[in-house]
């Protein structure tokens, strides 16, 4: 089993008058996700009427604008066209949040072999970037990767005193409770953030 995660805006959805079936057709054909477009036609699909329905609703939607078909096969010969695109593209934002899970590899790895535990728990660590990046637009993947490693690297030879990677993103505070970031006082002494500077601090 292929496994996907699409993202719904349900009030886009609404006003587009799409149905969740022709959504997830669209998303995958966007994103060229043909294995997964295959098997979700096969689960929808083959119950209801088989390929001739499915085929029926591709049609149908190259009628409404949403895609063309541009050959025989249809599931690879696909493209989508504006209007989807238009509608349904993510925000810069929404974009960098989704993409946290494919680089948080490449961030716990800092950690790596540097003491026990030292990489942190990978969800914990989605999550509490998410968070960062939602209340810190500003500073890039490339940016936290680079104040990950100048911090590494300040607490070497031995490690000893080293934050675990979930905990150097956040960590909740003691009797005040209040959660702090050594990963954004490592960025703050970066040069300058992408969009802009900050001089105030938010509790994350």
């Excluded at 587009?16 to 994103?31: A, D, M, N, R």
């Excluded at 990046?133 to 990950?148: E, G, N, V």
Aim: with cysteine; hydrophobic share 40%; glycine share 4%.
């Amino acid at each position: 089993m292929v496994k996907a995660e699409i993202r719904i805006n349900l009030l886009k959805l609404i006003d587009s008058k799409l149905t969740l079936e022709e959504y997830i057709i669209l998303t995958l054909v966007w994103e060229r996700n043909y294995s997964t477009l295959k098997e979700f036609a096969n689960y929808h699909f083959l119950p209801l009427g088989g390929y001739l329905l499915y085929s029926a609703t591709i049609s149908n939607l190259e009628k409404q604008g949403w895609l063309k078909i541009v050959g025989k096969d249809m599931f690879t010969d696909l493209e989508i066209r504006e209007a989807f695109i238009e509608l349904f593209k993510p925000n810069d934002l929404e974009r960098r949040l989704s993409e946290v899970a494919s680089w948080i590899t490449e961030y716990r790895d800092l950690f790596k072999g540097k003491k026990q535990g030292a990489m942190g728990d990978p969800n914990a660590c989605v999550l509490k970037m998410k968070k960062l990046i939602t209340q810190y637009p500003a500073w890039s993947k490339d940016q936290i990767l680079k104040a990950t490693e100048n911090y590494v690297e300040s607490q070497a030879p031995n490690y000893t005193y080293l934050q675990q990677a979930d905990y150097f993103i956040s960590k909740q505070g003691g009797n005040d409770k209040i959660a702090t970031s050594r990963l954004l006082t490592y960025l703050e002494d970066l040069d300058t953030p992408v969009a802009s500077t900050f001089s105030d601090t938010k509790e994350i």
